[in-house]
């Protein structure tokens, strides 16, 4: 099970972290990965990061502005955002692919993730 938590609406500018708390995974040998998605646009991948944090990816909207980091011992995965902006308005999701352990890749697809959480409401303000 993957639950996130930390979505709510925040005024342009500002931050927020969510948290996803994985159960029943082997967590620390998997790639963990953030989605947002609006309606009626596709999901898409913002950040990435390897099994054992070493390694992340950013979508280039958020570069520089998201921090994806991970707590293998907590069995939880982070996004801190910061100077959010209205485009940053979305249900962020969090997910992994359970039939790769120890992955060496990035991947970005969403079908290239198995198991997703519920999802988080982020709602930015200008």
């Known amino acids: 099970q993957l639950v996130e938590s930390g979505g709510g609406l925040v005024q342009a500018g500002g931050s927020l972290r969510l948290s996803c708390a994985a159960s029943?995974?082997?967590?620390?040998?998997?790639?963990m990965a953030w989605f947002r998605q609006v309606p009626g646009k596709e999901r898409e991948c913002v950040a990435v990061?390897?099994?054992?944090?070493?390694?992340?990816y950013y979508e280039d909207s958020v570069e520089g502005r998201f921090t994806i980091s991970r707590d293998n011992a907590k069995s939880t995965v982070y996004l801190q955002m910061n100077s959010l902006m209205p485009e940053d308005t979305a249900v962020y999701y969090c997910?992994?692919?359970?039939?790769?352990?120890w992955g060496v890749g990035f991947a970005r697809s969403r079908n290239a993730y198995d198991y997703w959480g519920e999802g988080t409401q982020v709602t930015v303000s200008s």
């Open positions: 997910a992994t692919d359970t039939t790769t352990q």
């Open positions: 029943g995974l082997n967590f620390d040998r998997l790639t």
């Open positions: 990061i390897s099994w054992s944090g070493s390694n992340t």
